[in-house]
């Protein structure tokens, strides 16, 4: 087997030359990474692999909580497959991203052209297509768009034995492994929407019963038609790090020519003791939504846990103090995720 795993280290470094690395410091993750250039190099990847009893992990850009591989693992990294296709025809809602893209870099894209994703992470300036894919999720627009596997049109999956499927999103769960490293997603089509006169909002909750006021205000316009393309949350302390002040701060977006949601929002949270902010404020709350997360520092561990909406209100309860971001989609479902704030510390 030893014999067999050191043939097949051999055999990626003369396929793959210099974008072969051994990781001789004996530090780090995995035993040695690979750089491939496109889809077919991954399937002659997996195909040199599995002959010799290698086992791949596909690398983003780790911020997922529990990203990591065996160190005797061959790391497969997408730093050479960061491309992005969006279509001429100005109607079509959707683009194409290779693996190692990242969100930020493609909604950046579209926007030259009124358009933007239907959701991505706030983790978008830093994550990669593939990460997020592999790991599923909610994120900015799951409001209206749910789960991102919802809103990926088809995607190449390079398995095990070196084949190449093309699956819908729904399908990725039963292709795609990031515990044992198997399925890897080498492109998808994602779905877009015009985004050219989204308007933010911001309201604030104070006070003992502020929590409670919060849960209700979000219980009520998730149960109701308003049809607000992002709902999100922030508890006091992540406010606070923000520079957005000492209360919870519900924010989001909407397309601005759905009129009915000027009308009908403030009224919705005014009426469950929320206080709804100028624009100026909600503009700065929706310029902060990727934080912490930026290329230029190092980003902090989270947890990241899925509740369903009528259990929100207890686990706010259980931790207080805890710097807590929380994604809504109508569904009911949310996505709390909680920052290691000793990471935070060290990385301002
Ligand atoms: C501050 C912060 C904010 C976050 N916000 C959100 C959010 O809004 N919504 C949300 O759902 N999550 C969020 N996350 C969690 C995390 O960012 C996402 O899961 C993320 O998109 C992972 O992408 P990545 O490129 O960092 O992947 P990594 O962490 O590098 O990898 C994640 C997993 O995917 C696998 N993988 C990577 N690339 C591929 C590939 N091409 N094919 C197959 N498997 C692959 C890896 O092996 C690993 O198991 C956040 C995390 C942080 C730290």
């Known amino acids: 087997m030893e ?22 410091d004996g530090g780090g993750l995995g035993a040695a990474s690979v750089l491939p250039s496109g889809s077919e190099e991954v399937q002659e990847l997996a195909r040199i692999s599995r002959r010799h009893g290698l086992t791949l992990v596909a690398v983003g850009a780790g911020t997922a909580p529990d990203a990591s591989a065996p160190g005797d693992s061959v790391l497969v990294r997408f730093d050479l497959m960061r491309g992005v296709h969006l279509p001429h025809d100005s109607e079509a809602s959707w683009a194409e991203a290779e693996p190692g893209a990242l969100w930020l870099q493609m909604d950046n894209e579209l926007r030259l052209w009124g358009k933007g994703l239907a959701v991505y992470p706030t983790s978008a300036p830093r994550a990669t ?10 994120g900015v627009g799951s409001f209206e768009y749910g789960r991102i596997r919802e809103n990926v049109l088809s995607a190449s999956v390079v398995l ?11 399908e990725l769960g ?41 849960i209700g205000a979000v219980t009520e316009i998730s149960g109701s038609s308003l049809a607000l393309w992002h709902l999100a949350f922030l508890s006091p302390a992540m406010s606070s790090m923000q520079g957005l002040g000492e209360e919870y701060l ?16 403030g009224p919705k949270i005014e009426a469950n003791g929320g206080r709804l902010l100028e624009a100026a404020r909600a503009y700065r709350a929706w310029g902060e939504r990727f934080y912490p997360v930026a290329p230029s520092r190092t980003t902090p561990g989270i947890s ?4 369903p909406l009528h259990e929100l209100r207890r686990i706010l309860d259980v931790r207080p103090g805890a710097a807590v971001q929380c994604t809504i989609s109508r569904s009911g479902e949310t996505l709390l995720l909680a920052m290691n704030t000793g990471d935070l510390a060290t990385t301002h």
Do not use: K
Request: charged share 25%.
């Open 3 to 24: 014999n067999s795993r050191a043939q097949g280290l051999e055999a990626l470094s003369d396929a793959f030359g210099d974008r072969f690395r051994r990781h001789t």
């Open 129 to 138: 297509v593939g990460g997020w894919l592999a790991t599923d999720g909610l």
């Open 160 to 170: 095990a034995d070196g084949t190449l499927r093309e699956v819908v999103g729904e």
């Open 174 to 214: 039963a292709f795609v492994w990031p515990q044992t490293g198997e399925g890897i997603v080498v492109g998808a089509r994602l779905h877009t929407r015009r985004a050219d006169t989204d308007v933010p909002f911001a309201a604030t909750f104070a006070g003992p019963a502020a929590a409670g006021d919060l």
């Open 250 to 265: 519900l924010f989001g977006a909407y397309p601005g020519e759905r009129e009915e949601v000027v009308v009908d929002l």
């Open 304 to 307: 990241r846990d899925f509740v």
